[in-house]
């Protein structure tokens, strides 16, 4: 339980500087930390509801693009966010690619920071993820 609070605390003192920024018009200048949210899902809805508004296209239309490194990746996107606090279990990841775990290595991983935006389905030319195959945990 005292895992759990900390991280309770810990979130919800974030959304103040989410708040702030997003008061000052600077929310997306800097990297999102989805581990600061109670629920990144609904973060990352939105973002696919703007990036909708944006290229004035159905949400369905849309696939979701990821690229490891900053926002300069997806240059072409209407709505590119850059995104950090993500861990990975049950592998480990170089910034390119998954490696297996050794018996040593700990159960959660960090990696690095992922670019993400909505692409019309058919002008995409390398599809890494969709919309609806990304599951996010919370702690």
């Known amino acids: ?50 990036s909708a508004r944006r290229l004035n296209l159905p949400i369905n239309s849309l696939e979701f693009i990821s690229h490891w490194g900053p926002s300069s990746g997806l240059s072409k996107a209407k709505c590119p966010v850059t995104i950090e606090g993500l861990t990975i279990e049950g592998a480990l990841f170089d910034g390119h690619k998954l490696v297996e775990c050794s018996r040593d290595s700990p159960s959660n991983s960090p990696i690095s920071i992922c670019s993400v935006a909505g692409y019309l389905l058919d002008r995409v030319l390398v599809k890494t993820t969709s919309w609806r195959h990304l599951f996010i945990t919370t702690v």
Request: hydrophobic residues 45%; aromatic residues 8%.
């Open 1 to 50: 339980p005292i895992h759990w609070l900390r991280s309770l605390v810990s979130k919800t003192l974030a959304l103040g500087g989410w708040v702030e920024r997003c008061q000052a018009g600077t929310l997306l200048s800097s990297p999102a930390d989805l581990s600061e949210l109670f629920n990144p899902s609904v973060f990352l809805n939105a973002l696919r509801q703007e």
